[in-house]
């Protein structure tokens, strides 16, 4: 994928929704991880309905870049015939907060101790 780094396409930096012809939603969400990392969320299904598909990208390393990822894929879904909903509000946000809550703690769980201890080292 090629990284869209031009003006957000929505109003929102943080949101974007867009609908296709046939009543589906998609909606795109930038996640602090809590790591000085961004998540990129993506949520798709019918629209009176909750999201049957989840995505999440990422790491990225600075707010732009997510940003531009998230333009991207708006980008390409403007391309095939979906129309980007101006002044849209997110249906699925506590759907996308939920996944941003358990990829934190599934990183706090695996988070490494990289620390040497001299008492490790055996001869």
Not at 20 to 35: A, H, P, S, W, Y
Not at 36 to 54: D, F, H, Q, R, W
Not at 82 to 103: C, K, M, P, T, Y
Request: hydrophobic letters at 40%; one cysteine or more; aromatic letters at 10%.
């Amino acid at each position: 994928m090629r990284l869209d780094y031009r003006s957000p396409l929505a109003d929102d930096a943080k949101f974007c929704a867009l609908s296709g012809n046939d009543r589906q939603r998609v909606e795109l969400f930038i996640k602090d991880t809590g790591d000085a990392t961004y998540t990129l969320i993506a949520l798709a299904g019918p629209e009176s309905k909750p999201a049957v598909k989840v995505k999440l990208q990422g790491p990225y390393h600075s707010f732009q870049q997510a940003r531009a990822a998230m333009n991207a894929i708006a980008g390409s879904l403007l391309n095939i015939n979906f129309d980007l909903l101006e002044n849209a509000v997110s249906i699925w946000g506590l759907q996308a907060q939920a996944q941003a809550r358990r990829l934190r703690q599934e990183r706090k769980q695996n988070m490494g101790d990289y620390r040497f201890n001299p008492d490790d080292v055996y001869f």
